[in-house]
T-cell receptor, first 115, second 109 residues
Framework: ETGVTQTPRHLVMGMTNKKSLKCEQH?????MYWYKQSAKKPLELMFV???????ENNSVPSRFSPECPNSSHLFLHLHTLQPEDSALYLC??????????????FGPGTRLTVL | SQQGEEDPQALSIQEGENATMNCSYK?????LQWYRQNSGRGLVHLIL?????REKHSGRLRVTLDTSKKSSSLLITASRAADTASYFC?????????FGKGTRLHILP
């Protein structure tokens, strides 16, 4: 596995629940990312953080709320989700943004099912 | 938008054979990356090739880049069962990278 961990690995929640996904990277990287991967769709970039500051919100609905308390931790807070939000949520990090030159290191993902 | 498109979408070959996947993109780039994803897991970086490079090797992987045709290929030689995965190309777009839909590779025993 890489130096990026994600918890939980699996999550089942109802539409009225509130839950959080956690990501931690042990690589000393400055940039962190949340991606959504649905079946038969390209990987969708959701949020980008660089030095704890959000640099991109890719038109993500407000029921997804990211938090980056420091360069090593990234959270995705979930509330009032819809069944179509069921997907694999991947966290990644890179040394910095650097215009796409840097490789990204991915966590194993959280498989989310919304009932 | 700048997005690589992999071809074919799916590929099944016998173990020991070579597998070739292609990626086409739309606008000029300064590098291109390939990633692998095992079923339901995170992506793993395989190789980055810069625009001034035509070919790059890493173990059983060979990546080519043709900037005039805006295309790249990933060749896996002497395939193994463990190579069964999805393979994605990724191209830079400002401060991020954009992934294609991927090629699903299945190695048959």
């Amino acid at each position: 596995e890489t130096g990026v961990t994600q918890t939980p690995r699996h999550l089942v929640m109802g539409m009225t629940n509130k839950k959080s996904l956690k990501c931690e990277q042990h690589l000393g990287h400055n940039a962190m990312y949340w991606y959504k991967q649905s079946a038969k769709k390209p990987l969708e970039l959701m949020f980008v953080y660089n030095f704890k500051e959000q640099t991109e919100n890719n038109s993500v609905p407000s029921r997804f709320s990211p938090e980056c308390p420091n360069s090593s931790h990234l959270f995705l807070h979930l509330h009032t989700l819809q069944p179509e939000d069921s997907a694999l949520y991947l966290c990644a990090s890179s040394q910095d943004l650097a215009g796409g030159h840097n490789e990204q290191f991915f966590g194993p993902g959280t498989r989310l099912t919304v009932l | 938008s700048q997005q690589g498109e992999e071809d074919p979408q799916a590929l099944s070959i016998q173990e020991g054979e070579n597998a070739t996947m292609n990626c086409s993109y739309k606008t000029s780039i300064n590098n291109l990356q390939w990633y692998r994803q095992n079923s339901g897991r995170g992506l793993v970086h395989l190789i980055l090739i810069r625009s001034n490079e035509r070919e790059k090797h890493s173990g059983r992987l060979r990546v080519t880049l043709d900037t005039s045709k805006k295309s790249s290929s990933l060749l896996i030689t002497a395939s193994r069962a463990a190579d069964t995965a999805s393979y994605f190309c990724a191209t830079p777009a400002y401060d991020k990278i954009i992934f294609g839909k991927g090629t699903r590779l299945h190695i048959l025993p």
